[in-house]
């Protein structure tokens, strides 16, 4: 017996969204480990801090990132199709604050201070980050005012010694502190 595929996504504009005051409250409980994005080649580079870094799949290796369309960082990788995704040290709170842009420094300034090197695509990434994954773009995805940038992994790289840098309720927190954590604020 052939089945009907059954659409669970109801019409557009028959249910009422909530507000993106309420939405941005509610998602600082995701707790998510803090990434560096590095995009662009030579001196053409800049970056930002992102938590929306997820693996797609593992045969081939994908992972994807979400950019806004209204950022530096999307207009470079329009003219420099590849990323690298740098795994935050618990130490690395200082970098995570440059590349998210809290300090006023853009482009290239936001790498100052720290080791970098290159993998396969020429995008810098961290000398010492916990993982670092050299990216080429296959794909990029609008949606609203972000894209969704899919990576094919060309290289990767880790190291160990260290834990993550978690970000969780508006804040960087050691992960120590997330396993130690019973659940109050």
């Known amino acids: 017996m052939p089945q009907t595929p059954i659409s669970l996504i109801p019409p557009a504009g028959t249910l009422a969204e909530v507000d993106a005051d ?3 409250m509610a998602m600082r409980e995701l707790a998510g480990g803090v990434a560096v994005v590095t995009v662009g080649k030579d001196g053409d580079i800049t970056g930002f801090t992102a938590t929306s870094v997820s693996s ?3 045969r081939p290796p994908r992972l994807l990132v979400c950019v806004a369309q209204n950022s530096a960082s999307w207009r470079v990788l ?3 199709p ?6 935050l040290r618990d130490d690395e709170r200082a970098l995570a604050n440059r590349f998210a842009g809290r300090d006023g420094l853009e482009g290239a300034a936001r790498y100052v201070g720290a080791r970098w090197t290159t993998m396969l695509t020429g995008t810098p990434v961290l000398d010492n980050a916990l993982a670092a994954f050299d990216c080429e773009v296959t794909e990029m995805l609008p949606h609203c005012d972000h894209a969704i940038i899919v990576g094919r992994v060309r290289a990767v790289r880790t190291s160990t010694g260290s834990l993550p840098l978690v ?6 927190h050691p992960f120590e502190r997330a396993i130690g954590s019973s659940g109050s604020r």
Request: hydrophobic share 25%; glycine share 10%; aromatic share 28%.
């Open 78 to 80: 329009q003219q420099y």
């Open 56 to 58: 797609l799949c593992t």
């Open 82 to 87: 590849s990323f690298g995704v740098n795994l």
């Open 167 to 172: 970000y969780w309720q508006g804040h960087y």
């Open 22 to 24: 309420s939405y941005r």
